[in-house]
């Protein structure tokens, strides 16, 4: 794989809500959902971003796509900033950039067959001209997921989870995008259903040489699935790295007990008491000072209070701790 | 098992639909000793839950036990009046749901909701003593700030804290039997591992026996001592958690641990053909026989019985049939 030439990245990219009162008037406070992240996709790699619920990852993701609009910072992709992109412009990119959500169910229009759902895209951005071009595409596309093209003429209730992600994913790949944004796109499914899909969107990778970016809270789809990953807490980046680095040697003390926290499916391996992690996740109105983490962390010290660590590299990887690398 | 604390036998559960009959549960018989943690493995629809609400009486229309027995403490469920039953449930057997959010009242404080079940069932007891009890099993649930926790709603809890009240609820009457359904599904990974570490805690302490529900074969290698693992209604294998993981035999369970992605290897993942059969047209004979990549002609048209490969360790599959001339007259 290619790891020099970066398809997408982030500088400082920064979105707070600001809180309303019952009236709509604002107050004080500021939700800070993704705070001054800079991060690097290279193409043809897959990057997963990683965290815990209300970690920004999804956030993120949203605001790469632009579906969410950035408070500050840029978007850099293929070299422009589209962060301040009018509509118009999006419309070009949106032809680059595509996304696959999480709820198979609520993601796929109730009234529309899959024709109409996967051959929407095409229409929109005229990249079919006539009926018969659209339905032979459109019927190409079922075959890559693995979906009988005789059914195109179904409604999404005719089908299983499952299968609709792959509509999802159909509709994604139909304007042959470089990006894909897959916001948690196994976690609503079953075991057996979720490395189905796991194994098709690595063979459409291969296949069509793309460019993942993957969202997800399950630790054990991340290490399958990604070449990199990012772990986010409460807004900020604490590690980013090689998955096998990571999960060999975590720098960061709560990528270590995130780790740590799966239940492994070894009996032999019961988890240790001193493993777990105590507290919960700081409210992202008022994060902590200093270090977001200080606050679960067993290692703080004073410094965390005061100083907020910067991402420092190490080798190949970047850990946001004061003490990563020191033992 | 003799000296078992609930005894499920052959348990039928089935849902008049207007479509035809559904048989949610299709002779399930369980067993849990005092102190045991069991799990009950499967996927979405494969009657796990469904065995679980029949056990505490809380099926709905058009759903009905109609066979078998539970016996509880040597008690029969499925034969008792709902007085009684009634008196049982909330006190002796006890139960966490998945969705920390929904099965708390909203305009309840819930040191309040979880005193209910104690004035209850403990009709000695004072109002003042169940507060301090709530307040002490709070405590004990590792809630921080009890005594100001029991006065506020749900809704001023995080999910943890939420899931850590219905924990509380559950063990405030010291049940023997804990039915857990997907007790963490809902929760964060190191959330996860708080909120099993303390189950775990609590069991060994007040000695309750915990059925455990899920769909993570993680949480289940992590905390239960024997399993079931259950697909379209019925068992499908059963054993201890040490033997089924080092010496899987049903082809199911083997494809189920082979699907998950684990953190050691990169594998291709194994995939589990095609889908799980709709309950209303279930395949002839085996049901997992149209998605198992050993099946033979026979599990077209044959069901397979309960077959114990080794001690205590049952597989419902032809593969491992005893052969004819082994077999015990």
């Known amino acids: 794989m290619n790891r020099s030439e970066v398809l997408l990245e982030t500088r400082n990219l920064t979105k707070e809500y600001q809180l309303r009162n019952n009236f709509g008037i604002r107050k004080k406070q500021v939700v800070h959902a993704v705070s001054g992240v800079s991060i690097e996709i290279y193409k043809g790699e897959t990057l997963s971003l990683v965290g815990e619920s209300g970690c920004g990852k999804s956030t993120l993701g949203r605001l790469l796509m632009r579906l969410i609009e950035p408070t500050e910072g840029e978007i850099i992709f293929e070299g422009q900033d589209i962060a301040g992109y009018s509509e118009k412009q999006m419309n070009q990119v949106y032809k680059k950039i595509q996304m696959i959500f999480q709820d198979p169910y609520a993601s796929l229009n109730p009234r529309m067959r899959v024709r109409q759902l996967i051959g929407e895209p095409l229409i929109t951005h005229k990249v079919c001209k006539t009926r018969d071009e659209t339905d032979k595409r459109v019927k190409d596309l079922m075959h890559m997921v693995g979906i009988r093209p005789e059914l195109i003429d179904r409604y999404p209730h005719q089908f299983s989870g499952g299968q609709r992600q792959r509509i999802g994913i159909a509709r994604a790949l139909a304007l042959n995008p470089r990006l894909i944004v897959c916001d948690e796109p196994v976690s609503a499914l079953d075991v057996s259903i979720q490395s189905q899909i796991l194994n098709l969107l690595k063979d459409l990778q291969q296949e069509l040489c793309l460019t993942y970016l993957f969202i997800s809270h399950d630790l054990g789809v991340v290490h399958y699935i990604s070449d990199r990953i990012c772990v986010m807490f409460l807004g900020k980046v604490c590690e980013i790295g090689e998955t096998e680095e990571i999960y060999k040697n975590p720098l960061h003390p709560y990528t270590k007990f995130l780790l740590q926290a799966v239940p492994s499916m070894n009996p032999e391996k019961r988890q240790q008491r001193e493993h777990i992690l105590t507290g919960e996740i700081p409210s992202a109105v008022n994060p902590p000072s200093g270090c977001r983490f200080r606050t679960r962390c067993p290692y703080a010290k004073e410094i965390c209070k005061t100083k907020e660590p910067e991402l420092k590299s190490f080798g190949t990887r970047k850990a946001a701790c004061h003490f990563a690398g020191a033992g | ?329």
């Not at chain 2, 018989?29 to 796990?48: H, M, N, R």
């Not at chain 2, 056990?55 to 008690?75: A, E, R, S």
């Not at chain 2, 599904?185 to 805690?201: G, P």
């Open chain 2, 1 to 329: 098992m003799e000296d078992a604390l609930l005894q499920i036998r052959d348990l039928h559960t089935t849902f008049y639909t207007r479509d035809g009959l559904v048989r949610a549960v299709d002779g399930v018989s369980i067993d849990i000793a005092a102190g045991e943690s069991v799990g009950i493995v499967g996927e979405s629809g494969c009657g796990k839950s469904m065995t679980a609400m029949s056990l505490m009486g809380l099926l709905k229309k058009p759903g009905k036990v109609d066979g078998g027995t539970i016996l509880f403490d040597g008690q029969d469920l499925t034969a008792m009046a709902p007085k009684d039953k009634r008196k049982l449930m909330g006190n002796r057997i006890s139960m966490i749901f998945q969705e920390p959010m929904t099965s708390l009242n909203p305009v309840i404080t819930v040191g309040r909701q979880v005193q209910e079940a104690l004035l209850l069932h403990k009709r000695e007891m004072s109002r003042t003593e169940a507060k301090n009890r709530v307040i002490q099993v709070f405590q004990l649930a590792g809630i921080p700030d009890a005594a100001k926790r029991y006065q506020e709603y749900p809704h001023q809890l995080s999910g943890g804290l939420r899931q850590r009240v219905m924990i509380a609820m559950a063990m405030v009457c010291d049940p023997g039997l804990l039915i857990a359904d997907e007790p963490t599904t809902a929760l964060d990974v190191t959330i996860e591992a708080q909120i099993l570490h303390l189950m775990k805690q609590l069991q060994e302490e007040k000695g309750t026996a915990v059925m455990m529900i899920t769909h993570n074969l993680g949480v289940v290698a992590q905390f239960c001592t024997r399993l079931y693992v259950m697909y379209a209604g019925k068992v499908m294998e059963s054993g201890t958690v040490q033997e089924i993981f080092k010496n899987v035999c049903h082809p199911y369970t083997e494809g189920l641990m082979r699907s998950v992605p684990d953190m050691e290897s990169k594998e291709r993942l194994y995939n589990i053909r095609g889908m799980v059969p709709s309950m209303l047209h279930l395949p002839k004979g085996c049901r997992f026989c149209p998605r198992c990549q050993y099946s033979m002609a026979r599990c077209f048209d044959q069901e397979p019985g309960l077959y114990e490969p080794s001690p205590g360790h049952f597989v419902r599959c032809f593969l491992f049939e005893p052969e004819k001339g082994e077999e015990k007259p």
